[in-house]
């Protein structure tokens, strides 16, 4: 059975940088797609990345393009999400999701995605 879990989160000032990391255990995770997702309060959950199993195709959001980098080492069962130059609008509960995949499939969308982490809370504010 995937567990997902996420780290990395906190309190941060506008323009910082944080890193987070959902590791997986129970499986490999390199068979998987994982996305990376945000809620913030009173909001809908957004899609934020998205990435392959390979690593070789990834997605964003347009209001993160440029500014957050999705990786991932398959090796240490683990997809990072770099987020860099952060504003306040970027507060929200960042949550992983993965989904097992056909070879190079890139997987967008929540109902793309079986298996949720916890979540991390990102605090983005002076």
């Known amino acids: 059975q995937l567990q997902l879990v996420e780290s990395g989160g906190g309190l941060v000032q506008p323009g910082g940088s944080l890193r987070l990391s959902c590791t997986a255990s129970g499986v490999t995770l390199g068979y998987y797609a994982v996305g990376w997702f945000r809620q913030a309060p009173g909001k809908e959950r957004e899609g934020v990345s998205y990435?392959?199993?390979?690593?070789?195709?990834?997605n964003y959001l347009d209001s993160v393009k440029g500014r957050f980098a999705i990786s991932r080492d398959n090796a240490k069962n683990t997809v990072y999400l770099q987020m860099n130059r952060l504003k306040p609008e970027d507060t929200a509960v960042y949550y992983c999701?993965?989904?097992?995949?056909?070879?190079?499939?890139?997987?967008?969308?929540?109902?793309?995605?079986?298996?949720w982490g916890q979540g991390t809370q990102v605090t983005v504010s002076s």
């Open positions: 999701a993965a989904s097992f995949t056909m070879p190079g499939e890139l997987r967008i969308g929540e109902r793309s995605f079986e298996y």
């Open positions: 990435i392959s199993d390979s690593g070789i195709s990834t």
